[in-house]
């Protein structure tokens, strides 16, 4: 079954970027494959687009995924209790974002491996830098060329993003990262 938005007005957002790019609804309807009665209803927010739909919709509009599913009110403050997870769509991972502020120019997340996960990186248009914190276990983070580091609990590593390779946890046990990457790719 496909996840959809809710409770999240996009269309104002979806219209006001289309309008700026200068493109009709046939034109959008053409290169996301959806048709422009669908495209109107969710600009109309008559309709919750599932979140493939939606990535198909930024994807040509240029618009972060993160930005449009952003429900930033303005409060700076994320309490450990009401991490929002959401799925790194590019990447098909879901992760636990550590900000209200998913447009701004830093993205950090935290995400759990389970013991044997591996991670094989995905190329991610814009994003340019990434630091990781070891917050337990053990990773073995790969750069190319041919770089393996393995880190513990507490060790980080910065890189440029089209360094990564892959993340693997070769450990019996969980391990869990923070990340920051600038700018979000998504």
């Not at 990535?55 to 930033?72: D, H, K, M, W, Y």
């Not at 693997?168 to 990262?177: E, G, L």
């Amino acid at each position: 079954m496909l996840a959809h938005v809710s409770d999240i007005e996009v269309g104002a957002e979806l219209r006001r970027r289309r309008n700026e790019l200068g493109l009709t609804l046939r034109q959008v309807s053409d290169l996301t494959d959806l048709t422009s009665g669908f495209l109107s209803q969710v600009e109309n927010d008559l309709v919750s687009p599932s979140l493939k739909s939606l990535g198909r919709i930024a994807e040509v509009l240029r618009i972060p995924l993160f930005q449009l599913l952003s429900t930033n009110g303005g409060d700076p403050v994320v309490r450990s209790d009401k991490r929002e997870i959401v799925p790194f769509v590019k990447m098909g991972v879901d992760v636990e974002l550590l900000t209200p502020f998913r447009d701004w120019q830093l993205l950090p997340f935290q995400r759990v491996f389970e013991p044997g996960e591996e991670f094989t990186a995905v190329r991610l248009e814009g994003a340019r830098e990434e630091w990781i914190l070891i917050q337990g276990g053990t990773l073995e983070v790969t750069l190319h060329p041919d770089e393996q580091y393995v880190l513990h609990e507490g060790d980080t590593i910065h890189f440029e993003s089209s360094r990564l390779v892959g993340i693997k946890n070769t450990s019996s046990d969980s391990a869990t990262y923070l990340c920051m990457m600038t700018p979000p790719a998504i």
